[in-house]
């Protein structure tokens, strides 16, 4: 995935550049971070894992607060299937999630679809959709991690 820029007020350049800021400022437990992906023209959705769809900045937002504000979310996107035009970029990704067990590595996966839009402000996210996965997708996750390249 490439690496987002280090210059948080810079136009994200692609989609792929949109996503893999997204999925840091998760991994660092940044809100404002998150948020700068987001298009704040449109009237972005969002839906969690079994959660309510989520309409406009504020409150996507103040999910992400909530979601944050216990640290960090230790979420990998794999798998990534990408569909990409002049405008949009739709992503259907695997979401690695770490989950907390005592000293077990242990994780499970959801499903995401982000959507991203080339605004004048570059690519930014307008669609975040995510569904638990199932024990047959984690259990291909976990055979393509045990494998070496």
């Known amino acids: 995935m490439p690496r987002s820029t280090t210059d ?3 136009p994200l350049s ?8 997204f999925y840091e400022a998760l991994q660092a437990g940044d809100v404002e971070a998150a948020m700068r992906v987001w298009a ?3 009237e972005p959705v969002c839906v969690h894992p079994g959660g309510a769809r989520l309409v406009g900045v504020a409150a996507i937002r103040a999910s992400y607060e909530q979601l ?3 640290g960090p979310l230790p979420i990998v996107p794999e798998c990534a299937l990408r569909t990409v035009t002049l405008g949009c970029a739709v992503h259907s990704v ?6 907390p067990l005592e000293g077990l590595p242990a994780f499970t996966c959801v499903l995401a679809t982000n959507v991203y839009l080339r605004t004048p402000q570059g690519w930014r996210l307008v669609l975040h959709h995510a569904s638990p996965g199932t024990v047959d997708e984690a259990n291909a996750l976990l055979a393509q991690s045990d494998r070496l390249h």
């Open 8 to 10: 948080p007020s810079a």
């Open 14 to 21: 692609s989609a792929e550049a949109a996503e893999a800021a």
């Open 40 to 42: 704040e023209d449109e």
């Open 68 to 70: 944050l504000g216990s």
């Open 94 to 99: 695997v979401e690695r999630v770490q989950l």
